[in-house]
T-cell receptor, first 114, second 111 residues
Framework: AQKVTQAQTEISVVEKEDVTLDCVYE???????LFWYKQPPSGELVFLIR??????QNEISGRYSWNFQKSTSSFNFTITASQVVDSAVYFC???????????FGEGTQLTVNP | EAQVTQNPRYLITVTGKKLTVTCSQN?????MSWYRQDPGLGLRQIYY???????DKGDVPEGYKVSRKEKRNFPLILESPSPNQTSLYFC??????????FGPGTRLTVT
């Protein structure tokens, strides 16, 4: 069965600090997709990135970057020079290609203080 | 505007009174899904649909029904709601292997 673990329940940083959110997953499939979502205090869920298991290239989008390491089953998310607007709950998720169930981690509450 | 809509956004009801939460998307997505979000439990998938007339159970399907008669709509039905179904519900849609786009959420309270 697939599983996603976000061991950090809460992280608090000061503005402009870099912060990394950890995500570790378990799956028996050799092909799968990984996702990150952001849930700001307003409650909506915002899609940030999708990564398939064949593509281990790291990705950067502005202040956001993602480090996918298949060898350690991890898909970590780093925010560089954090801002107060980054305060949100961040979810990592996994979808196996053999099925279509999407499994979420329990989320990491990030608080960026001014 | 590409979006997923849900109605109602807020609902307070009583135990046993059947209710339906509607979900509609305008992006021609094949895949649609329902989740519930509870404190300390994260997001859990209730049901999903890969296409019209194709639905399957997620992790927590008990007490819920769904249907997919049209590509754009995926209603969630609670035939006999109970207090343990009090939760925040999200509908989502995507292309089959794409990132899912979520609706704004429906906060349901069952007393």
């Amino acid at each position: 069965a697939q599983k996603v673990t976000q061991a950090q329940t809460e992280i608090s940083v000061v503005e402009k600090e870099d912060v990394t959110l950890d995500c570790v997953y378990e799956t028996r499939d050799t092909t799968y997709y990984l996702f990150w979502y952001k849930q700001p205090p307003s409650g909506e869920l915002v899609f940030l990135i999708r990564r398939n298991s064949f593509d281990e290239q790291n990705e950067i989008s502005g202040r956001y970057s993602w480090n996918f390491q298949k060898s350690t089953s991890s898909f970590n998310f780093t925010i560089t020079a954090s801002q107060v607007v980054d305060s949100a709950v961040y979810f990592c998720a996994l979808r196996e290609t053999s099925g279509s169930r999407l499994t979420f981690g329990e989320g990491t509450q990030l608080t960026v203080n001014p | 505007e590409a979006q997923v809509t849900q109605n109602p956004r807020y609902l307070i009801t009583v135990t046993g009174k059947k209710l339906t939460v509607t979900c509609s998307q305008n992006m021609n997505h094949e895949y649609m899904s329902w989740y519930r979000q509870d404190p300390g439990l994260g997001l859990r998938q209730i049901y999903y649909s890969m296409n019209v007339e194709v639905t399957d159970k997620g992790d927590v399907p008990e007490g819920y029904k769904v249907s997919r008669k049209e590509k754009r709509n995926f209603p969630l039905i609670l035939e006999s709601p109970s207090p343990n179904q009090t939760s925040l519900y999200f509908c989502a849609s995507s292309f089959l292997r794409g990132g899912q786009y979520f609706g704004p959420g429906t906060r349901l309270t069952v007393t």
